[in-house]
């Protein structure tokens, strides 16, 4: 197992023009669109695929606890090219779950070779939260807690990637109230570097780029705070959205189906979280497919990467947006009042929001990229509404 043997994936040479599955163009492809999701410029994507080429793959130990296991089925069912191909082109996936031929004894055995042979060097991919309430018995895998497991393969390795928002602040599980206590692996691992990788799923080449840049150079990302990498995260889903402008010109959806709704207006009155989310959904494309993310199909932003919004806030509840951002929505939503209406603005009233409005918003941006992005408000109690400081 320890080159990914058993896989149900069609496997290629990278290094030639015509193979029967991965092709040179389409591996070099995905190495300089993972190289962008990190902030780094194609030639580090060619470097990538060069070492990949040479046989420089590292072991990955893939961990599942508590998850749905959307983040691997999300990385599989990528395409144009296939990630699902590519990945196992550049890395050696020595243990998961999931994808396993083996089972049982088999499976422990090829988690205890990969640990030994790699120790120091393998990374430890996170999937699902971990339970500890009563000391973690409520996840199970081989005889052993999840807590238990997670501490000793992480001992190990090189280096720490937690997957999807439950593996980063323990997501669904760690909903209010919490009963098997469920945390993210950084809670966990306390005085451990873990590259967090949230969303639900995240997009595949934010995990991809961190991989492959650890691959090459044996560096991480830079990262936030909050352990997440700058480039995917620095920014808010809102600075980037395509429906930016009908914001900044005051124009909002207040109802679905209706007029504004139809026609791309700004989604923040029926609940979208764009403005705290930090996410890189509106500019690279999720599986591929332009549009495949919720404002895309006309959903609100439910900010899935976001600790304090997502499963503590309703998806359809409209919060206090930033500080820097007030004034168009407070004006916007004024003359919607005086004018008796709830789904559009007389275009008069538009511009001079949108003048007023787009300057405001551009200082926030540019003050938001300088000090790392607008920070969410704290939940709410239930059935209330939370604010921004």
């Not at 070779?113 to 339970?131: D, H, L, N, S």
């Not at 949230?198 to 595949?204: M, R």
């Amino acid at each position: 197992m320890g080159k990914a043997r058993g896989f149900p994936i069609s496997r290629g040479s990278v290094t030639d023009e015509k193979t029967s599955g991965v092709g040179r163009r389409d591996f070099l492809k995905v190495c300089t669109m993972a190289a962008a999701a990190v902030g780094l410029s194609a030639s580090t994507g060619r470097a990538w695929a060069e070492a990949a080429a040479k046989g420089l793959k590292p072991s990955v130990i893939w961990l599942h606890f508590q998850e749905c296991t959307g983040c691997t089925e999300s990385l599989l069912r990528t395409s144009h090219p296939a990630v699902a191909e590519l990945i196992l082109d550049l890395i050696s996936l020595d243990y998961h779950e999931t994808l396993f031929a083996a089972a049982g004894h088999q499976a422990e055995d090829a988690l205890k070779t990969a640990m030994e042979k790699g120790a120091g060097k393998y990374i430890c991919v996170v999937e699902g939260g971990i339970p500890t309430k009563d000391g973690g018995i409520y996840c199970q895998i081989a005889g052993r807690t999840a807590l238990d497991m997670l501490k000793e393969v992480a001992d190990k390795a090189g280096a720490i990637i937690a997957i999807g928002s439950c593996a980063s602040w323990g997501g669904i599980q760690a909903a209010d109230p919490n009963p098997t206590g469920a945390k993210g692996a950084p809670q966990i691992l306390e005085g451990k570097t873990v590259v967090s990788i949230p969303g639900c799923p995240p997009n595949p080449y934010n995990f991809l780029g961190a991989v492959l840049q650890l691959a090459t150079f044996g560096t991480l990302p830079a990262l936030d705070e909050k352990g997440r990498p700058k480039f995917p995260y620095g920014r808010t889903i809102h600075e980037s959205c395509p429906r930016r402008a009908q914001f900044d010109a005051g124009h909002f959806a207040h109802q679905y189906g209706d007029d504004a709704h139809r026609n791309g207006a700004c989604l923040f009155s029926l609940g979208c979280k764009g403005p705290y989310t930090h996410a890189p959904c509106a500019t690279i494309d999720f599986g591929e497919v332009p549009g495949a993310w919720p404002i895309g199909i006309g959903h609100p932003c439910i900010g899935c990467t976001e600790a304090k919004l997502l499963w503590r806030v309703s998806a359809y509840q409209t919060i206090e947006p930033p500080p820097t951002l007030r004034p168009v929505l407070e004006s916007s939503q004024a003359e919607a009042r005086e004018a008796g209406t709830s789904g559009g603005l007389n275009r008069a009233v538009v511009g001079a929001v949108g003048v007023v409005g787009g300057a405001l918003v551009t200082a926030g941006v540019m003050a938001a990229r300088k000090g790392g992005g607008q920070e969410p408000p704290d939940p709410a109690p239930h059935g209330s509404s939370p604010t921004a400081d």
